[in-house]
Nanobody, 116 residues
Framework: QVQFVESGGGLVQPGGSLRLSCAASGSIFRIRAMGWYRQAPGKQRELVATITSGGSTNYTDSVKGRFTISRDNAKITVYLQMNSLKPEDTAVYYC??????????WGQGTQVTVSS
């Protein structure tokens, strides 16, 4: 029922910043934990960051201190602020429920390219 549309990606130089947005088409009150995922060419999709309805966050080690996940429950939107971007952050970024049984179909994602 719930669908997600990612936006905000683009081409940035190393050290640059981007803010990704994930807009939900329906209520996410049932989804306790939302997540940002990414998939780089030739690699499996990985979970980058999660946030619970109460605001508790977790990050994969490679992005700790650089990325910040947040959510606005009233606007049913999830954000990912990405600072100090590195070439290895290049990937298609997706949002979805972090709880597998509540995941919607994967959308198109938004492309993030970090290159000089």
């Amino acid at each position: 029922q719930v669908q997600f549309v990612e936006s905000g990606g683009g081409l940035v130089q190393p050290g640059g910043s981007l803010r990704l947005s994930c807009a939900a088409s329906g209520s996410i009150f049932r989804i306790r934990a939302m997540g940002w995922y990414r998939q780089a060419p030739g690699k499996q999709r990985e979970l980058v960051a999660t946030i619970t309805s109460g605001g508790s966050t977790n990050y994969t080690d490679s992005v700790k201190g650089r990325f910040t996940i947040s959510r606005d429950n009233a606007k049913i939107t999830v954000y990912l602020q990405m600072n100090s971007l590195k070439p290895e952050d290049t990937a298609v970024y997706y949002c979805n429920a972090a709880t597998k049984i509540l995941q919607a179909n994967w959308g198109q994602g938004t492309q993030v390219t970090v290159s000089s």
